[in-house]
T-cell receptor
């Protein structure tokens, strides 16, 4: 993931709109990716995952897209709600047996 | 199930003091790990364990020790605290190291440590 220093990038969206959060990963050999949501004062919470042999996976109101050509991962949240306000970050895992590398995250702010 | 639990929630130490951060899980997970989270940075792996009696170093192991005497518990020890160890510490567990679709890591609520 990219380094953004002390300040996280912030995405502000209106309630009800769709949100797209992006992540650039670093290892072209990474075979598994996860998106996490972290609310203030809490631990990260699993949202959705995807393997490198897939380019799209859908969950409830969330979709993850994987573009291996440019090493890019995105999380789409449909009909964003106030409860979606949090920091979202991606994690990539190298070939089997390796641990995860986490991106710094993006703060999603949902406006009423 | 309580999931992953961590104690304490908050801790203030003076430079040079030692302490142990506790982590326990009740899901019979083999894999457990410790991360630190610093402002503007991603989670960084300190130590991990693939089962009782087996531990290994992560990305930033210096200044920390771990042990895994049981499947349930994975304590993290700070030997001689330094201001650079001021951070939020998260413990996580999963059923396997390799992971896969639906094989997620579960995180604890975190311990906020300040070293003066």
């Amino acid at each position: 993931g990219e380094s953004v220093g002390l300040h996280l990038p912030t995405l502000s969206v209106q309630e009800g709109d769709n949100s797209i959060i992006n992540c650039a990963y670093s290892n072209s050999a990474s075979d598994y990716f996860i998106w996490y949501k972290q609310e203030s004062g809490k631990g990260p919470q699993f949202i959705i995952d995807i393997r490198s042999n897939m380019d799209k996976r859908q969950g409830q109101r969330v979709t993850v897209l994987l573009n291996k050509t440019v090493k890019h991962l995105s999380l789409q949240i449909a009909a964003t709600q106030p409860g979606d306000s949090a920091v979202y970050f991606c994690a990539e895992r190298g070939p089997v047996g390796q641990n995860f590398v986490f991106g710094p995250g993006t703060r999603l702010s949902v406006l009423p | 199930n309580a999931g992953v639990t961590q104690t304490p929630k908050f801790q203030v130490l003076k430079t040079g003091q030692s302490m142990t951060l506790q982590c326990a899980q009740d899901m019979n997970h083999e894999y457990m790990s410790w991360y630190r989270q610093d402002p503007g940075m991603g989670l960084r792996l300190i130590h991990y364990s693939v089962g009782a009696g087996i531990t290994d170093q992560g990305e930033v192991p210096n200044g920390y020790n771990v042990s895994r005497s049981t499947t349930e518990d994975f304590p993290l020890r700070l030997l001689s605290a330094a201001p650079s160890q001021t951070s939020v510490y998260f413990c996580a567990s999963s059923s396997t190291l390799s992971g896969g679709l639906g094989n997620e890591q579960f995180f604890g609520p975190g311990t906020r440590l300040t070293v003066l």
